[in-house]
C-alpha cells in the first residue's frame, strides 16, 4: 500500500514559480511510474507530466513543456514538480497519482494504482 501526499500550492502571480512535492509512504516508491495531472473548475482533469520509475524518462503535455518539470528522489520517497513562468490558466488542483506501468497518460482513476488528495495551485493576473 502506498499514499500520496501533496504539498507546495498555492497563490502566486502570474510569471512566478511553485514547487509541488508528492511524499509516498512505504518502501516501494521506486516501484511506481509517478504522474502529475490538473483539474480547473469546471473542466476534466487533464495530464500534466510523467516520470519513470528510475527518473530516467519524462514526457509533458504541450501546454505545461518548457516551464514545468518532473522529477522523483526514490531515497526520499518523493517526487516533485517544478513550475515557472505560471500563467492564470495554470490554475487548477494539482493531483499526483502512481503505478507500477510506464506509458499511457490516461486521467481516468482506475489506471492507477494511488492518487493523492490534490493541492490547490491559483494563478494571479
Known amino acids: 500500500q502506498v499514499q500520496l501526499v501533496e504539498s507546495g500550492g498555492g497563490l502566486v502571480q502570474a510569471g512566478g514559480s511553485l514547487r509541488l512535492s508528492c511524499a509516498a509512504s512505504g518502501r516501494t516508491f521506486s516501484s511506481y511510474a509517478m504522474y502529475w495531472f490538473r483539474q480547473a473548475p469546471g473542466k476534466e482533469r487533464e495530464f500534466v507530466a510523467a516520470?519513470?520509475?528510475?527518473?530516467?524518462?519524462?514526457y509533458y503535455a504541450d501546454s505545461v513543456k518548457g516551464r514545468f518539470t518532473i522529477s522523483r528522489d526514490n531515497a526520499k520517497n518523493t517526487g516533485y514538480l517544478q513550475m515557472n513562468s505560471l500563467k492564470p490558466e495554470d490554475t487548477a488542483v494539482y493531483y499526483c497519482a502512481a503505478r507500477t506501468r510506464w506509458g499511457s497518460s490516461s486521467p481516468e482513476r482506475s489506471d492507477y494504482d494511488y492518487w493523492g488528495q490534490g493541492t490547490q495551485v491559483t494563478v494571479s493576473s
Open positions: 516520470i519513470s520509475r528510475s527518473g530516467v524518462s519524462t
